[in-house]
């Protein structure tokens, strides 16, 4: 009789997964901003130099390998085929985690379903840390670095990134390297899509920004 209601209790959640992709529901999200490297707050390192951050190339692309899966390292290989910018964090010399930040290709596109990307605002997204390595500021980390090289080798002059309001940990980490929360954006996810009931506010920017090509 045990064993009869594992299996139950194992096909109904099952079918919880494949049915609450198809339940429509209201979240929120804030909405983040950082305008250049002078607002941002560099977080402490690991005394003993433990940690690392880089840029994700060609070279090192299959080190996402190191935590992820075979279908994250597919969706990487298209970000740099896109021309898109992420940044690696090392432990030890294991790679733990990851960002990307969505830029400008010739046309306007939407990080998450809502977060405009044009020729001078660029999007963070697709982060990750390692669960074994959380709580070494590695996520700050990556955000300081990855916004560093976008600002540095981009025209990018505004930087977005958002986060789910009840996801304490990246809304605390987002706030403590400098971004500004924007506002808060009630989105509607249903089906693998999300619907935003509000705009992003858009900001004059000075389109005679020089930068390193």
């Known amino acids: 009789m045990r064993i009869a209601a594992e299996k139950w209790r194992d096909k109904a959640r099952r ?10 529901r209201v979240e929120r999200d804030a909405v983040f901003e950082l305008l250049s490297q002078g607002q941002m707050n560099q977080p402490p390192r690991s ?14 692309l299959t080190d996402v390998l190191q935590f992820r899966n075979e279908n994250v390292l597919q969706a990487f290989r298209q970000y740099l085929a896109d021309k898109d910018i992420g940044v690696y964090a090392y432990w030890d010399g294991l790679a733990v985690g990851h960002v990307w930040a969505a830029l400008w290709h010739g046309s306007k ?7 405009p990307v044009d020729v ?6 697709f982060s990750s840390v390692s669960p074994s390595y ?15 090289i976008v600002f540095e080798s981009t025209p990018v002059r505004r930087i977005l990134i958002s ?13 403590r390297v ?4 924007l506002l ?8 693998g899509r999300t619907i935003r009931f509000a705009r992003i506010p858009k900001v004059e920017t000075d389109n005679t920004k020089v930068f390193r090509s």
């Open 15 to 24: 079918l919880r997964e494949r049915v609450s992709p198809l339940i429509p």
């Open 184 to 191: 808060i954006l009630p989105v509607l996810r249903w089906g």
């Open 120 to 125: 001078s605002t660029a999007c963070m997204h």
């Open 178 to 181: 400098g971004f500004r929360r």
């Open 47 to 60: 005394p003993d130099l433990l940690l690392r951050v880089d840029r994700v190339t060609a070279d090192n």
């Open 163 to 175: 986060c789910s309001v009840d996801n304490l940990a990246s809304y605390s980490a987002i706030e």
């Open 109 to 115: 596109r939407f990080v998450g379903g809502y977060l």
């Open 134 to 148: 959380r709580g070494h500021k590695i996520y700050q980390n990556m955000l300081v670095e990855l916004a560093k």
